[in-house]
């Protein structure tokens, strides 16, 4: 794990304790749970769900293993508020706020 690693999951954590108002515990274990699925979805497709800013679940399939030739622009930074991914189902790029992830299956 590199140090940049932890400053992401850190400044996620402290976001997340900012946003939501829960106990920092919790707010840094839902940290480490981001950091793990997007370090499998660099490795291959994950299945996982998260609540839809209208408030539905939405189950995905998401991945960000050699996804690149799909990426158009430059995007725009978010601070560590969102986790972005390529929805394999849809077939296009997808995010969610990093306070709405409910669980990974695999």
Not at 22 to 36: D, E, G, H, M, T
Not at 39 to 62: H, I, N, P, Q, S
Not at 92 to 101: A, D, Q, T
Request: glycine share 8%.
């Amino acid at each position: 794990m590199k140090r940049n690693d932890l400053q992401t999951i850190m400044r996620r954590a402290w976001h997340l304790f900012r946003s939501t108002g829960k106990a920092f515990a919790v707010c840094l274990s839902k940290a480490w749970q981001l950091y793990r699925l997007t370090k499998r979805m660099r490795a291959g497709v994950v299945r996982f769900a998260y609540e839809k800013a209208d408030g539905t679940l939405r189950k995905a399939a998401g991945t960000l293993h050699e996804v690149s030739a799909t990426i158009k622009g430059t995007g725009r930074p978010d601070g560590g508020q969102a986790v972005r991914y390529y929805d394999v189902e849809a077939d296009g790029w997808r995010s969610f706020k990093v306070e709405n992830l409910i669980a990974i299956y695999q």
